[in-house]
């Protein structure tokens, strides 16, 4: 299954000049994850990749990865209510899983034991186990 990333978001939010990929669904169907270049989402200034989450019940779109953060490909994932949200970063060149609970913006970083950053990630639908 897949997703028209632009042709969901509305309400003056856009995805135009960025190229989404990887989205997610959580399993209640309410929010919508993705891994995108674009420069004119959300903020000025950004550039690399970031992850959003798109409220398809408000219509909104927020950054969930901070701007400090380049973000790789190993795509996000998100839980079964859509309040936690996985996804791999590098920082000063070292690898890191983030899990980052949207609710209550607690953000933990993993830094795996091995040189390269995991290509799947994996919340199970209760966000108790991350498979890598």
């Not at 997703?3 to 989205?23: I, K, L, Y």
């Not at 779109?61 to 994932?77: K, Q």
């Amino acid at each position: 299954m897949t997703f028209d990333v632009a042709s969901m978001v509305s309400s003056g939010t856009t995805v135009a000049n960025g190229t989404p990929s990887f989205e997610r669904l959580s399993g209640n169907g309410q929010y919508l994850v993705w891994i995108s270049d674009s420069t004119d989402q959300i903020g000025t200034g950004w550039t690399g990749y970031a992850v959003y989450r798109y409220d398809r019940s408000t219509h909104t779109v927020a950054r969930l990865s901070l701007s400090t953060e380049a973000v790789d490909f190993a795509g996000p994932d998100i839980s079964e209510n859509g309040n936690t949200v996985t996804y791999a970063i590098t920082r000063s060149g070292n690898p890191y899983i983030e899990v980052l609970d949207v609710t209550g913006g607690t953000r933990v970083e993993i830094s795996p034991s091995a040189a390269a950053v995991p290509t799947r990630l994996r919340l199970s639908p209760d966000a108790s186990t991350l498979a890598v």
